[in-house]
């Protein structure tokens, strides 16, 4: 079987970075409220940027470090659940943007789960008949807030990052297993980006708030606890691996408290569980591969080591891909 590898990785994030106190003017509540529950600090914050401008600046990123040409890429999947349009696609507008014209490209949605649904996405790609990948999570959540609403706005932050892709004619792989799984029926506990019936003939009458964040935060603790250390125990299995034998786990960074009750479960120690949720709040299908990046780039995340990364979310889903880096 045709082998893959993570070649490079990249990060975009907005300038202008929102702390705490700072939402004090929007809603009541203060740091010591949003750290205590969340252990977020501070949040990336787009006054101008949109999606495709991140995704677009973690692609050139990319490209530069690892020195590839935009036409060496057969394909560009962007991992969004904010896109600047229905149509085109994110991704079509970063292939435009970058000159990637031997490129396909397009969008998938899997919410905080993106970037691992991603990643099995572009797997089955290089293993058929691909050589050459780009996979990016992007996105712009502040304009899906209602700044004024506590229980939401406090969490979300925007960015991008990414990974170029290739394969690995040697046979070996860095992707040893990957477990997804959709609770449908569970969809309604998180929703954002409602798109009403809006013509002429339309009957209906649908509260416009409803395009804001709504999350059910008792449900999806409850969810996450439960389901990604079930998935990530399906995954190390699948790789015939032991829980120990994982260097380290890059979750999807939605609250601290959720990471270190995840940890607890699977009785590994904390030191394993890497976190920036402080400095970037929630950025949904951008938040492993911007930590994942960041750990790369910090060294604590080195070749030969073999890491969980695992995403909660929207849908609702759950994602883990174990790989060795």
């Keep these: 079987m045709t082998g893959i590898q993570i070649v490079q990785?990249?990060?975009?994030?907005?300038?202008?970075?929102?702390?705490?106190?700072?939402l004090n003017a929007y809603m009541e509540t203060s740091d010591e409220w949003i750290s205590s529950r969340t252990g977020i600090k501070q949040r990336h914050v787009?006054?101008?940027q949109t999606t495709s401008d991140l995704c677009t600046l973690v692609a050139q990123k990319l490209l530069a470090e690892a020195g590839w040409q935009a036409c060496d890429l057969d394909f560009i999947i962007v991992a969004t659940m904010s896109p600047d349009y229905m149509t085109p696609a994110t991704a079509a507008i970063v292939q435009g943007r970058i000159g990637a014209k031997n490129a396909f490209a397009f969008d998938l949605n899997a919410a905080c789960s993106g970037f691992i649904y991603g990643l099995k996405v572009a797997e089955g790609l290089l293993q058929v008949a691909d050589k050459r990948g780009m996979l990016i999570g992007g996105e712009v959540l502040s304009k899906l807030l209602d700044w004024h609403e506590r229980s939401t706005a406090v969490l979300f932050g925007d960015g991008a990052a990414g990974v170029l892709l290739e394969q690995n004619l040697t046979g070996s792989s860095a992707?040893?297993?990957?477990?997804?799984?959709?609770?449908?029926?569970?969809?309604?506990?998180?929703?954002?980006?409602?798109?009403?019936?809006?013509?002429?003939?339309?009957?209906?009458s649908t509260d416009p708030h409803q395009r804001y964040f709504e999350m059910d935060g008792r449900a999806v603790y409850k969810f996450a606890t439960h389901q990604v250390p079930e998935?990530?125990?399906?995954?190390?299995?699948?790789?015939?691996?032991?829980?120990?034998?994982?260097?380290?786990?890059?979750?999807?960074?939605a609250n601290q408290r959720i990471i270190d009750q995840i940890a607890k479960r699977l009785d590994q120690p904390s030191h394993k569980f890497l976190s920036n949720v402080a400095n970037f709040g929630n950025t949904s299908a951008a938040s492993i591969p911007i930590l994942l990046d960041e750990a790369i780039q910090r060294g604590t995340i080195q070749r030969g080591q073999t890491i969980a990364l695992s995403g909660f979310g929207g849908g609702l889903t759950v994602g883990t891909q174990i790989i060795k880096y």
């Design 46 to 48: 787009a006054t101008g």
């Design 175 to 204: 992707f040893l297993a990957t477990d997804l799984q959709t609770f449908g029926e569970l969809g309604d506990r998180l929703t954002a980006g409602y798109q009403p019936v809006n013509s002429v003939f339309a009957t209906d």
């Design 9 to 22: 990785t990249a990060n975009a994030v907005p300038e202008r970075t929102v702390p705490n106190d700072e």
């Design 231 to 253: 998935s990530i125990m399906r995954a190390v299995q699948k790789a015939g691996l032991l829980v120990q034998d994982i260097d380290y786990f890059i979750l999807h960074q």
